[in-house]
């Protein structure tokens, strides 16, 4: 049988994947040297490759190597295209990384094997090679990634170089693979740690732990600052006060988060739930300027007025009456007001600018 000359697949006219599906058949052999391991490149050629029965991986750049990290991070992703890379944008954006990475971590854990190259190379070799034990074997090297872009499934702006050799002429890169994958020296096993890499994508965790996590991804970097003795000013009673005394740990937390940011942005909006407390927050925040010697005024709605006016008079519900609040306290609709009487504050001679 005449072998095929070379062929030249730039993805714009021959494809890479093309050449794959004619070749690949059931009980095939995969050898593959690339930059990236798209699940993507995995689930649009899952017919052809669900058919081999093993394929031989090896990352062209140190990837997944156990020494790169010095702790372990359960839910951390690495960024080498095992979701997509920026060819595969609208893969990504059809919500489907769930059921792509389970039936992807199946196949890998069935069939795969993967290893990385330990040191950086200044010129990383790419490589496909199909193995069929006879003459349709075929070896396709140059600029192919395992990437929807580098298999020429989905468009791109690469500029792409393969050259597809056949039969015998492959023979020569299956012996190249086979010295590399044949070399613990240069190669180190990640398999495992692309395993771990895929359950996090499909992995079905609580909703209250996706919630958790996204707080904590959030405020994280602000952690540190919340410190009390750096935030309260040296010799503040506030931690002497019935009102802080009287609070959950939670309360204080946010005691001590808004008086930073006061003092940071000039503001500071509290939002907790119904039922969480913010009265008793916001008159802990109240007492500390105050014990500053800052006048403070609350603005309330005139039908929860009494709500605040109670902690500042000599009354038997005030129990926080050893606090001496001292704050002014009107109704919001006084601020549209420039005369007459709230409760016993003139507005027409209120001095706006002590507050």
């Known amino acids: 049988m005449d072998i095929k000359a070379p062929k030249l697949l730039d993805n714009k006219d021959n494809f890479v994947y093309t050449e794959l599906e004619e ?34 991986f090896i990352y062209a750049e140190p990837t997944f190597l156990k020494t790169h990290n010095k702790e372990a991070r359960q839910y951390y992703i690495d960024n080498n295209s095992i979701f997509g890379n920026e060819y595969e944008i609208k893969l990504k954006n059809e919500m489907t990384q769930g059921s792509v990475s389970k039936e992807c971590s199946k196949w890998i854990n069935n069939c795969v094997e993967i290893k990385s190259f330990k040191d950086h ?32 499934i989905t468009s791109s702006n690469r ?18 693979f086979d010295n590399f994958w044949n070399n613990d020296e240069i190669l180190e096993d990640v398999k495992d ?16 732990f996706i919630y958790f996590l996204s707080l904590y991804n959030i405020f994280s970097n602000d952690l540190d600052s919340l410190d009390e003795d750096k935030i309260v000013r040296k010799g503040n009673d506030l931690k ?20 930073d940011k006061i003092e940071r942005y000039n503001g500071c909006i509290l939002a907790d739930s119904v039922g969480l407390g913010k009265t008793f927050t916001a008159l802990a925040v109240i007492k500390y300027y105050e014990s500053r010697n800052d006048r403070v005024l609350v603005l309330t709605p005139k039908k929860l007025r009494e709500n605040w006016t109670i ?11 050893n606090d001496r609040f001292n704050y002014d306290v009107l109704n919001h609709t006084d601020l549209s007001r420039e005369g007459g009487y709230s409760d016993s504050i003139n507005l ?8």
């Open 23 to 56: 070749s690949i058949k059931k009980g095939s052999k995969l050898s593959i040297i690339s930059r990236y391991f798209s699940m993507y490149a995995y689930f649009s050629l899952r017919k052809s490759f669900n058919k081999i029965n093993t394929l031989s």
């Open 240 to 259: 002497n006060t019935q009102i802080w005394n009287k609070l959950y740990k939670f309360q204080k937390d946010a005691v001590i988060g808004i008086i």
């Open 193 to 208: 740690e692309v395993l771990s890499q895929m359950t996090t994508m499909y992995k079905e965790n609580p909703a209250e």
């Open 121 to 152: 190379n200044e010129a990383p070799l790419r490589l496909i090679c199909v193995d069929n034990g006879d003459d349709s074997n075929i070896a396709i090297n140059g600029s192919v990634d395992f990437t929807t872009a580098g298999l020429g």
């Open 159 to 176: 500029n792409e170089g393969n050259t597809c050799s056949y039969g015998f002429s492959a023979d020569s890169f299956f012996m190249l």
């Open 311 to 321: 902690y500042t008079q000599n009354d038997k519900r005030n129990i926080f009456v």
């Open 348 to 355: 027409a001679t209120i001095n706006w600018s002590n507050y």
